[in-house]
């Protein structure tokens, strides 16, 4: 019995194929005892059918339920608890889920989505039964799997009975998201829109914080892997002045619209599909699902071709975000446990770190705000406790980002880990982790902690020397020590000689703590660096001290020989000046050899780097001169 043998007008485009057409009860019916049912996807999650096998009297027993990510495919009751009849086994614990989990009544398979469809192709994972929403077939009798086509394809080739939904609303995407309708043994109409997407809460200010910190490493010619997270969806936001981004993505949602209306997206430098937009599913709202509509722009594959490791890492300049609940001190993250409680899942994510981790300028990315909600508990952990079972390994992570900065964790030691962790916790647990690194023996007894403020991003600058190279211009950190000391290794006698005032051999680790573990209160420091931000070379270094009783900060410079008279030591000085004028310091003083005329050259010359000039006076003193600026 067809839908139209029961009343309700058949689509013209169904017509050739009404004895296909049934009830969503009908379709059920074919559910054997025992079967293993595999359930569509978030946004095209086909609830009728899911509803309709729920409501079958005296129902086949012993029927799992399979599926990713589901949309209201569990029925709960007023106080939230799930009122399933069947067992379900997810890949993925969302807020459809959390209840059925938690009282027992679904399995969490903790695994990577993208190596399900090789496993249901051999029979380790069993589906019997497809329940898939399609579109409406064209002329041609080819049905798209629109917004969802992730394990769809390896589900619907395995499952021996496959009903679909067949809902008008459905967009057609492209790609490899067809199904001929003699791949479908059950048509079920339903009219209804498809399932919206949405984030119900605002971005705190920390997520705001870490998204701009994520855009703002970001370059140009980049492809994103987007993913659903708030902190990463908003991050987009932060990419306006971009040029030729492109998109790989096992997800897409509609915060890639102002980018694709801005002429951001273009995808011209992928070396993968360039120009397009690769996903293997969507969520949004009907603005997206209009775009993709018919759009060859978007690019639709299953999820293990998309979420291929190696086809991820020749990508260009591949960035990949993951938000995580903690990380513990050498760097291992957990990101699908909340408190014990399974939340989330690991998704395509390890394939797209791995892969980022390997394309030719990518990022891997992991990003987490420093406290619990409630501010009592820091997410950066001296180790991670039981109940927060480790997601990615600490020897794929590379980029750890919190609303006080950004850690690169990759090549580091255990001690340089923990330090640039710590100091991109919460402050007020700061000391706490140090105590506790000191404890584990991660780091030494002897280290110190001086700066309790968020990493000024603001005070980065990219400088264009005179002879055309660039460099970046950041704050000093803990983890700069190495740099400093190559830097220092690096420069010659006489140099070490005039910043030092003596002869110095080497620097220990109190030397290099008073260059880069500072307050930023009272004693700041900057580097110039070159390259990479995850492998940079520290072309420099420059510090101010402010002394209490005068207002005045003193200045010490030093830069590597190969950058010496490109006009770097001006950047610094006239970088250092603003950012000391800005805090309302009056002055610097620098004590400086007679002999060392660069740097008195380069000193008086920190009248010209000051808005309005400067007032500079010069104090031979035997075998030193002080020179004074005044703003």
Same mark, same amino acid.
């Given at each position: 019995?067809?839908?139209a043998a029961g009343?309700a007008?058949l689509?013209?485009?169904?017509?050739?194929f009404?004895d296909k057409v049934?009830?969503?009860?009908?379709a #059920?019916?074919?559910v054997?005892?025992?079967?293993?049912v595999?359930v569509?996807t978030?946004?095209?999650?086909?609830?009728?059918?899911?509803?309709?096998?729920?409501?079958v009297?005296?129902g086949?027993?012993?029927?799992?339920?399979?599926h990713?990510f589901?949309?209201?495919a569990?029925?709960?009751?007023a106080?939230?608890?799930?009122?399933t009849?069947?067992r379900?086994?997810s890949f993925? #614990?969302g807020?459809? $889920? =959390?209840a059925?989990?938690r009282?027992?009544?679904a399995?969490?398979v903790?695994?990577?989505?993208?190596? &399900?469809p090789?496993?249901?192709a051999?029979g380790?994972?069993a589906?019997?039964?497809?329940f898939?929403?399609?579109?409406?077939p064209?002329?041609f009798?080819y049905?798209?799997?629109g *917004?969802?086509v992730d @394990?769809?394809?390896?589900? &619907?080739a395995r499952?021996?009975?496959?009903i679909a939904? *067949?809902?008008?609303?459905?967009?057609r995407?492209?790609? %490899?998201?067809v199904?001929h #309708?003699?791949q479908?043994?059950h048509? &079920?109409p339903?009219?209804?829109?498809v399932?919206?997407?949405?984030?119900v809460h605002?971005?705190s200010?920390? $997520?705001?914080?870490?998204a701009?910190?994520?855009?703002g490493i970001i370059?140009?010619?980049?492809t994103?892997?987007?993913g659903?997270?708030?902190v990463?969806?908003?991050a987009?936001?932060y990419?306006?002045?971009r !040029?030729?981004l492109?998109i790989?993505?096992?997800v897409i949602?509609?915060?890639?619209i102002?980018l694709?209306? /801005?002429g951001?997206l273009?995808?011209a430098?992928k070396?993968q599909?360039?120009?397009?937009?690769?996903?293997?599913?969507? $969520?949004?709202?009907?603005?997206?699902?209009a775009?993709?509509?018919?759009?060859?722009?978007?690019v639709?594959?299953?999820?293990?071709?998309v979420a291929?490791p190696?086809?991820?890492?020749?990508?260009?300049?591949?960035?990949?975000?993951t !938000?995580?609940?903690a990380?513990?001190?050498?760097?291992?993250?957990?990101?699908?446990?909340?408190g014990g409680?399974f939340?989330?899942g690991?998704?395509?994510?390890?394939e797209?770190?791995?892969?980022?981790a390997?394309s030719p300028?990518?990022?891997p990315? @992991?990003?987490?705000?420093s406290?619990?909600?409630?501010?009592?508990?820091?997410?950066?952990?001296a180790?991670l406790p039981?109940g %927060?079972?480790v997601t990615?390994?600490?020897?794929d992570?590379?980029?750890v980002?919190?609303?006080?900065?950004?850690?690169y964790?990759?090549?580091?030691? @255990?001690r340089e880990?923990?330090?640039?962790?710590?100091?991109?916790?919460h402050?007020?647990f700061r000391?706490?982790l140090?105590?506790?690194? !000191?404890?584990?023996g991660y780091?030494g007894?002897e280290?110190?902690l001086?700066n309790?403020?968020a990493?000024?991003?603001e005070?980065e600058?990219?400088v264009?020397? /005179?002879d055309?190279?660039d460099l970046?211009?950041?704050?000093?950190?803990?983890?700069?020590?190495?740099?400093?000391?190559d830097?220092?290794?690096g420069?010659s006698?006489?140099?070490?000689?005039?910043r030092?005032?003596?002869?110095?051999?080497?620097l220990?680790? =109190?030397?290099?703590q008073?260059?880069?573990?500072?307050?930023?209160?009272?004693?700041?420091?900057?580097v110039?660096?070159?390259?990479?931000?995850?492998n940079? !070379?520290?072309?420099a270094?420059a510090?101010?001290?402010?002394?209490?009783?005068?207002?005045?900060?003193?200045?010490?410079f030093? *830069?590597h020989?190969?950058?010496?008279?490109?006009?770097?030591?001006?950047?610094?000085?006239?970088?250092?000046?603003?950012h000391?004028?800005?805090r309302g310091?009056?002055?610097?003083?620098?004590e400086?050899l007679?002999v060392n005329?660069?740097?008195i050259?380069?000193?008086?010359?920190g009248?010209?780097?000051v808005?309005g000039?400067? =007032?500079?006076?010069?104090?031979?003193s035997?075998?030193?001169?002080r020179v004074t600026?005044?703003?």
């Amino acid at each position: 019995m067809n839908a139209a043998a029961g009343g309700a007008a058949l689509h013209p485009l169904l017509a050739p194929f009404a004895d296909k057409v049934c009830t969503a009860a009908q379709a #059920v019916a074919g559910v054997r005892h025992g079967d293993h049912v595999f359930v569509g996807t978030a946004c095209a999650t086909p609830r009728a059918l899911v509803a309709a096998l729920e409501a079958v009297d005296y129902g086949p027993a012993d029927v799992e339920l399979l599926h990713f990510f589901t949309d209201h495919a569990v029925r709960h009751d007023a106080q939230g608890q799930a009122t399933t009849r069947f067992r379900h086994r997810s890949f993925f #614990v969302g807020a459809d $889920m =959390r209840a059925a989990v938690r009282q027992g009544l679904a399995d969490y398979v903790p695994m990577s989505i993208a190596r &399900v469809p090789d496993l249901i192709a051999i029979g380790r994972i069993a589906v019997d039964v497809a329940f898939i929403q399609v579109s409406l077939p064209d002329a041609f009798g080819y049905v798209s799997l629109g *917004v969802s086509v992730d @394990i769809v394809p390896a589900a &619907v080739a395995r499952a021996r009975l496959v009903i679909a939904e *067949v809902n008008p609303h459905m967009p057609r995407s492209l790609g %490899e998201s067809v199904l001929h #309708v003699s791949q479908l043994h059950h048509l &079920v109409p339903v009219d209804t829109p498809v399932i919206e997407y949405r984030h119900v809460h605002a971005a705190s200010e920390a $997520m705001e914080q870490i998204a701009r910190y994520i855009g703002g490493i970001i370059d140009d010619g980049s492809t994103l892997q987007i993913g659903l997270g708030r902190v990463t969806n908003e991050a987009l936001k932060y990419l306006a002045d971009r !040029q030729d981004l492109g998109i790989h993505s096992d997800v897409i949602t509609d915060a890639i619209i102002p980018l694709l209306e /801005k002429g951001i997206l273009t995808g011209a430098c992928k070396t993968q599909r360039p120009r397009k937009i690769v996903t293997s599913f969507a $969520m949004g709202t009907r603005r997206l699902y209009a775009l993709i509509d018919g759009n060859p722009l978007f690019v639709f594959l299953p999820i293990e071709a998309v979420a291929d490791p190696a086809v991820i890492a020749a990508q260009n300049k591949m960035v990949s975000v993951t !938000q995580a609940f903690a990380v513990d001190l050498t760097g291992q993250v957990c990101a699908d446990q909340v408190g014990g409680e399974f939340y989330s899942g690991l998704a395509a994510q390890g394939e797209f770190l791995r892969g980022a981790a390997r394309s030719p300028g990518g990022k891997p990315i @992991i990003c987490l705000v420093s406290t619990d909600e409630a501010g009592a508990s820091s997410r950066i952990r001296a180790t991670l406790p039981a109940g %927060e079972g480790v997601t990615v390994a600490r020897s794929d992570v590379h980029y750890v980002i919190t609303e006080f900065g950004i850690a690169y964790l990759f090549g580091k030691s @255990i001690r340089e880990r923990a330090l640039a962790l710590i100091e991109i916790a919460h402050p007020k647990f700061r000391a706490e982790l140090l105590a506790q690194a !000191q404890a584990l023996g991660y780091v030494g007894a002897e280290q110190t902690l001086r700066n309790m403020r968020a990493y000024a991003v603001e005070d980065e600058k990219t400088v264009v020397l /005179k002879d055309g190279r660039d460099l970046l211009l950041r704050p000093a950190a803990s983890g700069d020590a190495q740099g400093i000391r190559d830097l220092f290794h690096g420069l010659s006698d006489r140099d070490v000689y005039t910043r030092f005032f003596r002869r110095v051999r080497g620097l220990s680790d =109190r030397d290099v703590q008073r260059l880069c573990n500072l307050n930023f209160e009272n004693e700041v420091a900057f580097v110039a660096c070159s390259g990479l931000r995850e492998n940079a !070379q520290t072309a420099a270094h420059a510090c101010y001290f402010v002394d209490p009783s005068t207002n005045l900060a003193e200045t010490a410079f030093m *830069v590597h020989p190969t950058w010496q008279g490109s006009g770097l030591g001006s950047a610094l000085q006239q970088h250092m000046a603003d950012h000391a004028r800005k805090r309302g310091v009056r002055g610097f003083v620098a004590e400086i050899l007679a002999v060392n005329e660069n740097m008195i050259r380069l000193a008086r010359a920190g009248a010209g780097v000051v808005a309005g000039g400067a =007032r500079v006076t010069v104090e031979p003193s035997g075998s030193t001169v002080r020179v004074t600026t005044l703003w």
